[in-house]
Protein backbone atom coordinates (compact mmCIF):
# COMPACT_ATOMS: atom_id res chain seq x y z
CA UNK A 1 0.00 0.00 0.00
CA UNK A 2 1.39 3.56 -0.97
CA UNK A 3 0.77 6.22 1.80
CA UNK A 4 2.16 9.15 0.06
CA UNK A 5 -1.24 11.51 -0.56
CA UNK A 6 -1.45 14.77 -2.14
CA UNK A 7 -4.62 15.67 -1.44
CA UNK A 8 -6.17 17.18 1.62
CA UNK A 9 -8.69 15.12 3.57
CA UNK A 10 -12.48 16.38 4.47
CA UNK A 11 -15.37 14.41 5.15
CA UNK A 12 -14.32 11.59 3.58
CA UNK A 13 -12.84 12.54 0.44
CA UNK A 14 -9.29 13.29 -0.75
CA UNK A 15 -9.74 17.02 -2.36
CA UNK A 16 -8.07 19.87 -3.75
CA UNK A 17 -8.55 23.37 -2.75
CA UNK A 18 -11.85 25.45 -3.81
CA UNK A 19 -9.28 27.77 -6.10
CA UNK A 20 -7.49 24.51 -7.30
CA UNK A 21 -4.18 26.39 -5.73
CA UNK A 22 -1.50 24.12 -4.13
CA UNK A 23 1.92 25.17 -2.09
CA UNK A 24 5.24 23.23 -2.76
CA UNK A 25 7.23 21.28 -0.19
CA UNK A 26 10.92 20.24 -0.37
CA UNK A 27 13.44 18.40 1.52
CA UNK A 28 15.19 20.10 3.90
CA UNK A 29 18.38 18.30 3.48
CA UNK A 30 18.62 18.58 -0.27
CA UNK A 31 16.56 21.29 -1.85
CA UNK A 32 14.72 19.21 -3.98
CA UNK A 33 10.97 19.41 -4.95
CA UNK A 34 8.95 16.66 -3.00
CA UNK A 35 5.70 16.95 -4.19
CA UNK A 36 2.47 19.67 -3.51
CA UNK A 37 -0.78 20.05 -1.13
CA UNK A 38 -3.36 21.76 -1.72
CA UNK A 39 -3.72 25.71 -0.28
CA UNK A 40 -6.51 25.73 1.39
CA UNK A 41 -8.24 28.58 3.22
CA UNK A 42 -11.47 29.45 5.37
CA UNK A 43 -13.68 28.20 3.20
CA UNK A 44 -12.19 24.87 3.14
CA UNK A 45 -12.03 24.90 7.11
CA UNK A 46 -15.43 25.88 7.19
CA UNK A 47 -16.64 22.76 5.20
CA UNK A 48 -14.23 20.37 7.40
CA UNK A 49 -15.52 22.40 10.60
CA UNK A 50 -18.98 21.41 9.59
CA UNK A 51 -18.22 18.05 7.99
CA UNK A 52 -16.62 17.16 11.85
CA UNK A 53 -19.70 18.75 13.31
CA UNK A 54 -22.19 16.35 11.12
CA UNK A 55 -19.78 13.38 12.26
CA UNK A 56 -20.08 14.40 15.73
CA UNK A 57 -23.57 13.21 16.62
CA UNK A 58 -23.10 9.41 16.00
CA UNK A 59 -18.93 8.85 16.96
CA UNK A 60 -20.09 10.85 20.49
CA UNK A 61 -22.81 8.59 20.34
CA UNK A 62 -20.99 5.50 19.36
CA UNK A 63 -19.78 2.71 22.24
CA UNK A 64 -16.38 2.92 23.91
CA UNK A 65 -15.52 -0.36 22.61
CA UNK A 66 -16.29 0.47 18.85
CA UNK A 67 -14.18 3.50 18.88
CA UNK A 68 -11.70 1.50 20.51
CA UNK A 69 -11.81 -1.17 18.33
CA UNK A 70 -11.38 1.30 15.24
CA UNK A 71 -8.38 3.04 17.24
CA UNK A 72 -6.84 -0.34 17.59
CA UNK A 73 -7.39 -1.08 13.76
CA UNK A 74 -5.59 2.22 13.00
CA UNK A 75 -3.01 1.52 15.02
CA UNK A 76 -2.76 -1.98 13.26
CA UNK A 77 -2.11 -0.81 10.05
CA UNK A 78 0.32 2.56 11.39
CA UNK A 79 2.73 -0.14 12.38
CA UNK A 80 2.19 -2.41 9.27
CA UNK A 81 3.39 0.90 7.39
CA UNK A 82 6.12 2.19 9.64
CA UNK A 83 8.61 2.04 7.84
CA UNK A 84 6.72 3.95 4.76
CA UNK A 85 5.57 6.47 7.27
CA UNK A 86 9.36 6.71 8.42
CA UNK A 87 10.85 7.80 5.05
CA UNK A 88 8.12 10.32 4.41
CA UNK A 89 9.15 11.89 7.68
CA UNK A 90 12.78 12.13 6.85
CA UNK A 91 12.01 13.04 3.09
CA UNK A 92 9.81 15.61 4.45
CA UNK A 93 11.23 16.87 7.71
CA UNK A 94 14.91 15.73 7.36
CA UNK A 95 16.08 13.60 10.82
CA UNK A 96 17.87 10.30 10.78
CA UNK A 97 15.71 7.80 9.17
CA UNK A 98 16.44 5.76 12.58
CA UNK A 99 14.99 8.85 14.97
CA UNK A 100 12.16 8.77 12.14
CA UNK A 101 11.37 5.35 13.39
CA UNK A 102 12.02 6.05 16.61
CA UNK A 103 9.03 8.78 16.31
CA UNK A 104 6.30 6.90 14.18
CA UNK A 105 6.69 4.23 16.67
CA UNK A 106 6.52 7.16 19.65
CA UNK A 107 3.17 8.59 17.92
CA UNK A 108 1.88 4.81 17.17
CA UNK A 109 1.83 4.18 20.83
CA UNK A 110 -0.24 6.94 21.25
CA UNK A 111 -3.07 5.54 19.17
CA UNK A 112 -2.79 2.29 20.94
CA UNK A 113 -2.66 4.03 24.63
CA UNK A 114 -5.57 5.88 24.05
CA UNK A 115 -7.66 2.96 22.10
CA UNK A 116 -7.48 1.38 25.76
CA UNK A 117 -7.74 5.16 27.64
CA UNK A 118 -11.66 4.50 25.50
CA UNK A 119 -12.95 2.45 27.67
CA UNK A 120 -11.84 3.62 30.85
CA UNK A 121 -13.59 6.77 30.41
CA UNK A 122 -15.43 6.84 33.81
CA UNK A 123 -17.80 9.51 35.65
CA UNK A 124 -18.80 9.82 39.75
CA UNK A 125 -22.02 9.35 42.10
CA UNK A 126 -21.53 12.00 44.79
CA UNK A 127 -23.46 11.80 47.59
CA UNK A 128 -26.84 14.31 47.99
CA UNK A 129 -27.08 17.13 50.06
CA UNK A 130 -30.62 16.06 51.17
CA UNK A 131 -32.08 12.13 51.08
CA UNK A 132 -34.22 13.11 48.18
CA UNK A 133 -31.00 13.80 46.37
CA UNK A 134 -28.77 12.07 43.70
CA UNK A 135 -25.56 13.62 42.44
CA UNK A 136 -23.76 12.33 39.19
CA UNK A 137 -20.73 13.35 37.00
CA UNK A 138 -20.81 12.38 33.67
CA UNK A 139 -17.88 12.88 30.85
CA UNK A 140 -19.12 13.92 27.57
CA UNK A 141 -17.08 14.84 24.51
CA UNK A 142 -15.68 18.76 23.90
CA UNK A 143 -16.79 18.28 20.29
CA UNK A 144 -15.34 19.57 16.90
CA UNK A 145 -12.27 19.68 17.68
CA UNK A 146 -9.26 21.63 15.51
CA UNK A 147 -5.72 20.38 16.04
CA UNK A 148 -2.94 22.31 15.30
CA UNK A 149 0.58 20.86 15.00
CA UNK A 150 4.34 21.60 14.18
CA UNK A 151 6.65 20.82 11.87
CA UNK A 152 9.48 18.75 14.48
CA UNK A 153 7.33 16.00 15.39
CA UNK A 154 4.81 15.68 12.50
CA UNK A 155 3.32 11.96 13.21
CA UNK A 156 4.03 12.47 16.53
CA UNK A 157 2.67 15.54 17.26
CA UNK A 158 -0.70 14.51 15.35
CA UNK A 159 -1.27 11.38 16.70
CA UNK A 160 -0.98 12.13 20.88
CA UNK A 161 -3.59 15.14 20.04
CA UNK A 162 -5.94 12.97 17.62
CA UNK A 163 -6.10 9.55 19.98
CA UNK A 164 -7.23 11.07 23.06
CA UNK A 165 -9.61 13.50 20.85
CA UNK A 166 -11.27 10.20 19.33
CA UNK A 167 -11.38 8.15 22.28
CA UNK A 168 -13.17 10.75 23.88
CA UNK A 169 -15.99 10.97 21.33
CA UNK A 170 -14.68 14.01 19.30
CA UNK A 171 -14.09 14.64 15.87
CA UNK A 172 -11.52 16.75 14.29
CA UNK A 173 -9.90 19.01 11.43
CA UNK A 174 -6.13 18.98 12.10
CA UNK A 175 -4.14 21.45 10.21
CA UNK A 176 -0.28 20.04 9.84
CA UNK A 177 2.29 22.16 9.36
CA UNK A 178 3.36 23.80 5.98
CA UNK A 179 6.73 22.29 5.91
CA UNK A 180 5.22 18.67 6.90
CA UNK A 181 2.24 18.04 5.44
CA UNK A 182 2.94 14.28 3.88
CA UNK A 183 2.99 12.63 7.42
CA UNK A 184 -0.69 14.09 8.38
CA UNK A 185 -2.17 12.80 4.84
CA UNK A 186 -0.37 9.49 5.15
CA UNK A 187 -2.04 8.87 8.65
CA UNK A 188 -5.30 9.96 7.81
CA UNK A 189 -4.89 7.64 4.70
CA UNK A 190 -4.25 4.48 7.05
CA UNK A 191 -7.14 6.21 9.21
CA UNK A 192 -9.71 5.78 6.26
CA UNK A 193 -8.44 2.41 5.28
CA UNK A 194 -8.78 1.82 9.65
CA UNK A 195 -12.68 2.60 8.58
CA UNK A 196 -13.17 5.46 11.11
CA UNK A 197 -16.51 7.18 9.22
CA UNK A 198 -16.57 9.97 6.80
CA UNK A 199 -15.58 13.20 8.55
CA UNK A 200 -14.31 11.90 11.86
CA UNK A 201 -11.14 12.71 10.38
CA UNK A 202 -10.16 15.98 8.40
CA UNK A 203 -6.95 17.56 7.18
CA UNK A 204 -6.51 20.86 6.11
CA UNK A 205 -3.36 21.48 4.23
CA UNK A 206 -2.37 25.01 3.48
CA UNK A 207 0.48 28.26 3.49
CA UNK A 208 -1.89 30.51 5.15
CA UNK A 209 -2.26 29.23 8.56
CA UNK A 210 -3.13 32.39 9.87
CA UNK A 211 -6.90 32.20 7.46
CA UNK A 212 -7.30 29.15 8.67
CA UNK A 213 -6.07 29.12 12.73
CA UNK A 214 -8.79 31.99 12.58
CA UNK A 215 -11.76 30.40 11.24
CA UNK A 216 -10.95 27.66 13.76
CA UNK A 217 -10.76 30.00 16.38
CA UNK A 218 -13.72 31.79 15.61
CA UNK A 219 -15.85 28.80 14.29
CA UNK A 220 -18.74 28.61 16.81
CA UNK A 221 -19.21 24.86 15.80
CA UNK A 222 -15.24 24.03 16.64
CA UNK A 223 -15.50 23.85 20.61
CA UNK A 224 -11.79 23.50 21.19
CA UNK A 225 -8.38 23.63 19.81
CA UNK A 226 -5.31 21.64 20.90
CA UNK A 227 -1.80 23.62 19.36
CA UNK A 228 1.56 22.42 19.69
CA UNK A 229 4.36 24.91 18.56
CA UNK A 230 5.42 28.55 19.35
CA UNK A 231 4.56 30.49 22.16
CA UNK A 232 4.02 33.38 20.07
CA UNK A 233 1.64 31.48 18.32
CA UNK A 234 0.07 29.81 20.78
CA UNK A 235 -1.19 33.68 22.36
CA UNK A 236 -2.37 34.80 19.03
CA UNK A 237 -4.68 31.71 19.13
CA UNK A 238 -5.74 32.68 22.98
CA UNK A 239 -6.64 36.04 21.90
CA UNK A 240 -8.41 35.00 18.79
CA UNK A 241 -10.51 32.29 20.72
CA UNK A 242 -12.02 34.81 23.30
CA UNK A 243 -14.75 35.63 21.33
CA UNK A 244 -16.17 31.95 21.19
CA UNK A 245 -14.81 31.09 24.70
CA UNK A 246 -13.42 28.11 23.48
CA UNK A 247 -11.12 25.33 25.48
CA UNK A 248 -7.56 25.43 24.51
CA UNK A 249 -4.36 23.33 25.21
CA UNK A 250 -1.51 24.70 24.74
CA UNK A 251 1.98 22.95 24.33
CA UNK A 252 4.04 26.09 23.44
CA UNK A 253 7.65 26.20 23.73
CA UNK A 254 10.65 25.89 25.88
CA UNK A 255 13.81 27.32 27.62
CA UNK A 256 15.18 23.49 29.68
CA UNK A 257 17.80 24.03 31.83
CA UNK A 258 20.12 21.26 32.44
CA UNK A 259 21.93 21.33 35.64
CA UNK A 260 25.67 19.31 36.76
CA UNK A 261 25.93 19.08 40.48
CA UNK A 262 29.04 17.93 41.42
CA UNK A 263 27.97 14.57 42.70
CA UNK A 264 26.82 14.15 39.64
CA UNK A 265 27.57 10.71 37.45
CA UNK A 266 29.47 12.79 34.60
CA UNK A 267 29.18 10.07 32.03
CA UNK A 268 25.39 9.48 32.69
CA UNK A 269 25.19 13.14 32.61
CA UNK A 270 26.88 13.56 29.05
CA UNK A 271 24.94 10.44 27.87
CA UNK A 272 21.37 12.61 29.19
CA UNK A 273 22.99 15.59 27.90
CA UNK A 274 23.65 13.95 24.00
CA UNK A 275 20.26 12.30 24.04
CA UNK A 276 18.19 15.98 25.30
CA UNK A 277 20.71 18.33 23.06
CA UNK A 278 20.83 16.72 19.68
CA UNK A 279 18.30 14.93 18.85
CA UNK A 280 16.17 16.07 16.32
CA UNK A 281 19.40 18.14 15.31
CA UNK A 282 18.43 20.28 18.60
CA UNK A 283 14.99 21.36 17.16
CA UNK A 284 12.74 19.68 19.98
CA UNK A 285 10.86 21.94 22.45
CA UNK A 286 12.10 19.56 25.67
CA UNK A 287 15.91 20.33 24.38
CA UNK A 288 18.24 21.14 26.98
CA UNK A 289 18.96 25.27 26.16
CA UNK A 290 20.43 26.11 29.06
CA UNK A 291 23.48 23.93 30.81
CA UNK A 292 24.68 25.04 33.82
CA UNK A 293 27.60 23.39 35.29
CA UNK A 294 29.06 23.09 38.94
CA UNK A 295 32.69 25.44 39.10
CA UNK A 296 34.45 22.35 40.40
CA UNK A 297 33.65 19.63 37.17
CA UNK A 298 33.10 22.38 34.54
CA UNK A 299 36.19 22.34 33.03
CA UNK A 300 36.07 18.06 32.72
CA UNK A 301 32.83 18.54 31.83
CA UNK A 302 33.37 20.25 29.37
CA UNK A 303 36.12 18.50 27.69
CA UNK A 304 34.18 15.73 27.84
CA UNK A 305 31.17 17.22 25.60
CA UNK A 306 33.00 18.74 23.22
CA UNK A 307 34.72 14.86 22.65
CA UNK A 308 31.45 13.60 22.81
CA UNK A 309 30.30 16.60 20.13
CA UNK A 310 32.90 15.99 17.42
CA UNK A 311 31.73 12.51 17.13
CA UNK A 312 28.49 13.46 15.44
CA UNK A 313 28.01 12.63 12.10
CA UNK A 314 26.00 15.33 10.12
CA UNK A 315 24.14 14.37 7.01
CA UNK A 316 21.11 13.07 4.99
CA UNK A 317 18.99 11.66 6.87
CA UNK A 318 18.98 8.60 4.19
CA UNK A 319 22.49 7.91 4.98
CA UNK A 320 23.84 5.72 7.46
CA UNK A 321 24.86 6.20 10.97
CA UNK A 322 23.95 10.02 10.44
CA UNK A 323 23.08 11.66 14.34
CA UNK A 324 22.59 15.28 12.74
CA UNK A 325 20.32 15.62 10.09
CA UNK A 326 19.47 19.55 8.26
CA UNK A 327 17.71 22.29 10.01
CA UNK A 328 14.22 22.85 8.70
CA UNK A 329 14.78 25.48 6.63
CA UNK A 330 16.90 28.81 5.48
CA UNK A 331 15.14 30.68 8.29
CA UNK A 332 16.38 28.25 10.96
CA UNK A 333 20.21 28.61 9.96
CA UNK A 334 19.81 32.39 9.76
CA UNK A 335 18.51 31.95 13.34
CA UNK A 336 21.52 29.73 14.54
CA UNK A 337 24.22 31.53 13.22
CA UNK A 338 22.87 35.09 14.45
CA UNK A 339 22.68 33.19 17.93
CA UNK A 340 25.81 31.70 18.00
CA UNK A 341 27.22 35.42 16.57
CA UNK A 342 25.50 36.87 19.51
CA UNK A 343 26.79 34.92 22.11
CA UNK A 344 30.38 35.20 21.00
CA UNK A 345 30.60 39.22 20.49
CA UNK A 346 28.83 39.09 24.12
CA UNK A 347 32.47 36.86 25.55
CA UNK A 348 30.54 33.21 24.18
CA UNK A 349 33.68 30.64 23.60
CA UNK A 350 33.49 28.34 20.92
CA UNK A 351 34.86 24.39 21.57
CA UNK A 352 33.66 23.02 18.32
CA UNK A 353 31.48 24.08 15.75
CA UNK A 354 30.01 27.46 15.76
CA UNK A 355 29.46 27.45 11.99
CA UNK A 356 27.28 26.37 8.59
CA UNK A 357 28.42 22.34 7.59
CA UNK A 358 30.26 22.37 4.08
CA UNK A 359 27.52 19.44 3.36
CA UNK A 360 24.94 22.42 2.59
CA UNK A 361 22.97 25.22 3.11
CA UNK A 362 20.88 24.22 6.10
CA UNK A 363 23.35 21.95 8.06
CA UNK A 364 24.77 23.50 11.23
CA UNK A 365 27.62 22.04 12.62
CA UNK A 366 27.34 20.62 16.15
CA UNK A 367 28.54 23.17 18.48
CA UNK A 368 29.46 23.40 22.29
CA UNK A 369 29.85 27.00 23.66
CA UNK A 370 30.65 28.00 27.17
CA UNK A 371 30.88 31.01 29.24
CA UNK A 372 27.06 31.42 28.43
CA UNK A 373 25.16 34.82 30.32
CA UNK A 374 21.86 36.29 30.65
CA UNK A 375 22.54 38.89 28.27
CA UNK A 376 22.68 36.69 25.59
CA UNK A 377 19.85 35.51 23.17
CA UNK A 378 20.35 32.04 23.12
CA UNK A 379 19.89 32.31 27.44
CA UNK A 380 16.48 33.81 26.53
CA UNK A 381 15.04 32.32 23.35
CA UNK A 382 15.01 28.36 22.15
CA UNK A 383 17.97 27.20 20.40
CA UNK A 384 15.94 25.03 18.20
CA UNK A 385 19.42 23.87 16.64
CA UNK A 386 22.27 21.98 17.73
CA UNK A 387 24.44 23.85 20.05
CA UNK A 388 25.21 23.38 23.33
CA UNK A 389 25.36 26.81 25.61
CA UNK A 390 27.42 26.04 29.03
CA UNK A 391 27.41 27.84 31.87
CA UNK A 392 28.99 27.35 35.45
CA UNK A 393 27.32 28.19 38.94
CA UNK A 394 28.71 28.00 42.79
CA UNK A 395 26.05 26.80 44.58
CA UNK A 396 22.49 25.15 44.31
CA UNK A 397 20.87 28.21 45.30
CA UNK A 398 22.53 29.61 42.28
CA UNK A 399 21.81 27.01 39.94
CA UNK A 400 17.87 26.75 40.85
CA UNK A 401 17.69 30.41 40.59
CA UNK A 402 19.31 30.43 37.44
CA UNK A 403 17.29 27.41 35.93
CA UNK A 404 14.30 29.37 37.27
CA UNK A 405 15.00 32.25 35.14
CA UNK A 406 12.97 32.53 32.28
CA UNK A 407 8.94 32.98 31.52
CA UNK A 408 9.04 29.04 30.03
CA UNK A 409 8.13 26.43 32.11
CA UNK A 410 8.43 23.14 30.36
CA UNK A 411 11.10 20.61 31.06
CA UNK A 412 13.87 20.91 32.90
CA UNK A 413 16.89 18.25 33.78
CA UNK A 414 19.11 17.93 36.33
CA UNK A 415 21.78 15.50 37.55
CA UNK A 416 23.49 14.75 41.28
CA UNK A 417 23.34 11.70 43.62
CA UNK A 418 22.29 13.65 46.75
CA UNK A 419 18.82 12.17 47.99
CA UNK A 420 18.28 15.73 50.00
CA UNK A 421 19.06 18.02 47.23
CA UNK A 422 17.13 15.77 44.30
CA UNK A 423 14.26 16.31 46.41
CA UNK A 424 15.13 20.35 47.20
CA UNK A 425 15.96 20.71 43.52
CA UNK A 426 13.14 18.82 42.09
CA UNK A 427 10.48 20.69 44.45
CA UNK A 428 12.31 24.22 43.62
CA UNK A 429 12.26 24.10 39.90
CA UNK A 430 9.34 25.99 37.91
CA UNK A 431 8.55 23.83 35.43
CA UNK A 432 6.25 21.42 34.07
CA UNK A 433 8.68 18.12 33.61
CA UNK A 434 11.67 17.46 35.72
CA UNK A 435 14.10 14.64 34.67
CA UNK A 436 15.92 13.46 37.42
CA UNK A 437 19.15 12.00 36.17
CA UNK A 438 17.66 11.10 32.88
CA UNK A 439 18.10 13.24 29.64
CA UNK A 440 14.67 11.83 28.21
CA UNK A 441 11.08 12.61 29.59
CA UNK A 442 8.48 11.58 26.60
CA UNK A 443 7.18 8.47 27.12
CA UNK A 444 3.04 7.58 26.50
CA UNK A 445 2.18 6.85 30.42
CA UNK A 446 3.78 10.64 31.58
CA UNK A 447 1.61 13.87 31.40
CA UNK A 448 3.57 15.62 29.03
CA UNK A 449 3.02 19.24 29.08
CA UNK A 450 4.20 23.12 31.08
CA UNK A 451 3.12 25.45 32.79
CA UNK A 452 4.34 29.38 32.83
CA UNK A 453 4.50 30.46 29.23
CA UNK A 454 4.88 27.13 27.62
CA UNK A 455 1.16 26.52 27.89
CA UNK A 456 -1.12 24.17 29.59
CA UNK A 457 -3.15 20.64 29.39
CA UNK A 458 -1.04 17.63 29.18
CA UNK A 459 -0.74 15.27 26.37
CA UNK A 460 -0.71 11.04 27.33
CA UNK A 461 -1.35 9.18 30.42
CA UNK A 462 -4.70 9.06 32.55
CA UNK A 463 -4.50 12.55 32.02
CA UNK A 464 -4.67 13.14 28.31
CA UNK A 465 -8.08 11.89 27.58
CA UNK A 466 -9.70 14.98 30.37
CA UNK A 467 -8.24 17.59 27.52
CA UNK A 468 -11.23 16.55 25.16
CA UNK A 469 -13.90 15.25 27.80
CA UNK A 470 -16.25 18.26 29.33
CA UNK A 471 -17.76 17.56 32.95
CA UNK A 472 -21.64 17.31 33.33
CA UNK A 473 -22.91 17.49 36.94
CA UNK A 474 -26.69 16.20 37.15
CA UNK A 475 -28.89 16.72 40.27
CA UNK A 476 -32.02 14.34 40.52
CA UNK A 477 -34.15 15.64 42.99
CA UNK A 478 -37.18 14.58 44.57
CA UNK A 479 -36.63 11.16 45.05
CA UNK A 480 -38.99 9.57 47.20
P1 LIG B 1 4.81 27.67 15.00
O1 LIG B 1 5.38 28.62 14.04
O2 LIG B 1 4.08 28.21 16.18
O3 LIG B 1 3.85 26.73 14.15
C1 LIG B 1 3.12 25.68 14.71
C2 LIG B 1 1.87 25.46 13.89
O4 LIG B 1 1.05 26.63 13.96
C3 LIG B 1 2.14 25.24 12.40
O5 LIG B 1 1.19 24.34 11.91
C4 LIG B 1 1.95 26.63 11.83
O6 LIG B 1 1.65 26.63 10.46
C5 LIG B 1 0.77 27.09 12.65
N1 LIG B 1 0.59 28.53 12.67
C6 LIG B 1 1.49 29.51 12.45
N2 LIG B 1 0.89 30.73 12.57
C7 LIG B 1 -0.41 30.50 12.87
C8 LIG B 1 -1.54 31.33 13.10
N3 LIG B 1 -1.46 32.67 13.07
N4 LIG B 1 -2.73 30.74 13.38
C9 LIG B 1 -2.84 29.40 13.42
N5 LIG B 1 -1.80 28.55 13.20
C10 LIG B 1 -0.61 29.11 12.94
O7 LIG B 1 5.89 26.68 15.58
P2 LIG B 1 6.94 25.83 14.74
O8 LIG B 1 8.06 26.71 14.40
O9 LIG B 1 6.26 25.07 13.67
O10 LIG B 1 7.37 24.74 15.84
C11 LIG B 1 8.34 24.98 16.75
C12 LIG B 1 7.73 25.42 18.07
O11 LIG B 1 6.87 24.40 18.58
C13 LIG B 1 8.78 25.61 19.13
O12 LIG B 1 8.50 26.76 19.87
C14 LIG B 1 8.65 24.37 20.00
O13 LIG B 1 9.14 24.51 21.29
C15 LIG B 1 7.19 24.15 19.95
N6 LIG B 1 6.87 22.76 20.32
C16 LIG B 1 6.28 22.54 21.53
C17 LIG B 1 6.00 21.24 21.91
C18 LIG B 1 5.35 20.96 23.23
O14 LIG B 1 4.86 19.85 23.40
N7 LIG B 1 5.31 21.90 24.15
C19 LIG B 1 6.31 20.17 21.07
C20 LIG B 1 6.90 20.44 19.84
C21 LIG B 1 7.17 21.75 19.48
P3 LIG B 1 2.86 26.80 9.38
O15 LIG B 1 3.64 25.55 9.47
O16 LIG B 1 2.19 26.97 8.08
O17 LIG B 1 3.65 28.00 9.79
Known amino acids: ??????????????VDASSGKTFPVYNPATGEYIDEVPDMGEAETRFAIDAAHE????????????????????????LEHKNELARILTTEQGKPLAEALAEVKYGISYIEWFAEEARRIYGDIIPGQDASKRIMV????????????????????????????LAAGCTVVVKPAEATPFSALAMAFLAEKAGFPKGVINVVTTSRPDEVGAEMCTHSKLRKISFTGSTEVGKILMRQSAGTVKRLSLELGGNAPFIVFEDADIDAAIRGLMQSKYRNSGQTCVCANRILVHNSIH????????????KLKIGNGFEELVDIGPLINDEA?????????????????CHTGGKKSALGPRFYEPTVLSGITDEMTLCKEEIFGPVSAVSSFDTEEEAIRMANNTNFGLAAYFYGRDIGRIYRVMEALEFGMVGVNTGLLSTVTAPFGGIK???????????????YLNMKYICIGDIK
Not at 148 to 154: D, E, G, L, Q, V
Request: glycine letters at 10%; proline letters at 2%; aromatic letters at 10%.
Open 55 to 78: ALKNWKNSSAADRSHLLKRWHQLL
Open 453 to 467: ESGFGREGSRYGVEE
Open 1 to 14: MNCFQKRAYINGEW
Open 333 to 349: MLKMESLVGDALAKGAT
Open 138 to 165: VKEAVGVVGLITPWNFPNAMIARKIGAA
Open 299 to 310: VHFLRRLTEETR
